[in-house]
């Protein structure tokens, strides 16, 4: 069925496997219109779309806006540092000012966890999440499982490793989800600081070797150290991290088989990977950031379809 369960995209876990079925397969299409010499569709030019960011965002910003005007849409773009909220106004009250311009759907990236859903409950429009502080990035989950799909045909019984900064990151909340959903194994590995004590409960694996974690998996989801998250120091230096958990072409060549390089960016080349690793055959980062446009503009086009502007 072309439809889907929800009414927003806040989280993952709102999403059923049929619905993450019919994102994928509306992004096929889609992959294939934005392939064309004219990559536009008229689809939604009948609706009004506002990019809010309170954080900033290079990828999904530019993404997002990317993805709306090959839909025909018409966007309004909404940056914090340069708004009335400097002067005090509140989320809602921001929001439902740029509501009564007629917007018919907002996306939002916000600091705060749980700022989608409050968004959400507390105004009458759709509000697709674009990543809210520590807790969720759907949109890049589904990217990239869009994309590790691609490279391998299925997620089902795929071994995924998700390694670095577990704790600060909404990348690896999100992508736990779509992937335990999608059928995948996964795993995650970094110093014990960065992993949170609650990660069993969501039915991973734990690793504190990165060798051994490389070796069981068949795709690696590398993520950054997110220094602007954290308020103490979780190891003793930057040097240290990378001696134990940097991703190398050293390491990689010691496998015995190819594996499957992702991140989703920013990318912090000689921290968590080195340029050869990132910029190699076995790297996935640029299809990631492709698909990305395809996978926003099917979430926008099913999410719109869902709209009552009577
Ligand atoms: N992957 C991602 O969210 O990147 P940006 O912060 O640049 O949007």
């Known amino acids: 069925m072309n439809d889907l369960s929800v009414k927003h995209l806040l989280s993952i876990n709102d999403l059923n496997e049929s619905d993450i079925d019919t994102i994928f397969k509306t ?148 992508n736990i989800y779509a992937l335990k959903k999608l059928g995948a194994k996964v795993m995650v590995c970094g110093p014990t600081t960065l992993i949170p004590k609650f990660i069993h409960k969501l039915g991973v694996d734990v690793e504190h070797d990165l060798l051994k974690a490389l070796q069981w998996c068949d795709v690696a989801n590398m993520l950054r150290i997110q220094l602007e998250r954290q308020d103490i120091q979780y190891f003793p230096s930057i040097r240290e991290y990378v001696k134990q958990f940097g991703l190398n072409h050293e390491v990689i060549s010691s496998l015995n088989k190819k594996i499957t390089i992702l991140h989703p960016g920013p990318i912090n080349r000689g921290v968590e990977i080195t340029s050869e690793v990132a910029d190699s055959p076995n790297s996935i980062i640029l299809d990631q950031v492709e698909n990305g446009v395809a996978i926003r503009m099917a979430i926008i086009y099913l999410l719109a379809g869902k709209l009552n502007r009577a």
């Open 27 to 174: 992004a096929d299409s889609f992959k294939e219109i934005i392939n064309r010499p004219i990559k536009k569709v008229p689809t939604l030019r009948d609706i009004t779309i506002a990019n809010l960011f309170f954080e900033n965002s290079t990828r999904t910003k530019l993404s997002f806006e990317l993805a709306e005007k090959r839909l025909s849409a018409d966007i309004l773009n909404f940056s914090a540092s340069s708004s009335s909220v400097k002067k005090g106004e509140t989320l809602v009250d921001t929001a439902n000012n740029i509501l009564s311009m007629k917007v018919d759907l907002i996306v939002m990236r916000h600091p705060n966890p749980g700022a989608a859903n409050y968004l959400a409950e507390n105004t009458n429009t759709c509000v697709i999440n674009a990543g809210d502080g520590t807790n969720e990035h759907p949109t890049q989950a589904l990217l990239d499982c869009y994309s590790i799909k691609e490279r391998h045909g299925s997620l089902k019984d795929l071994k995924v490793v998700i390694i670095g900064d577990i704790k600060h990151s909404r990348v690896a909340l999100s």
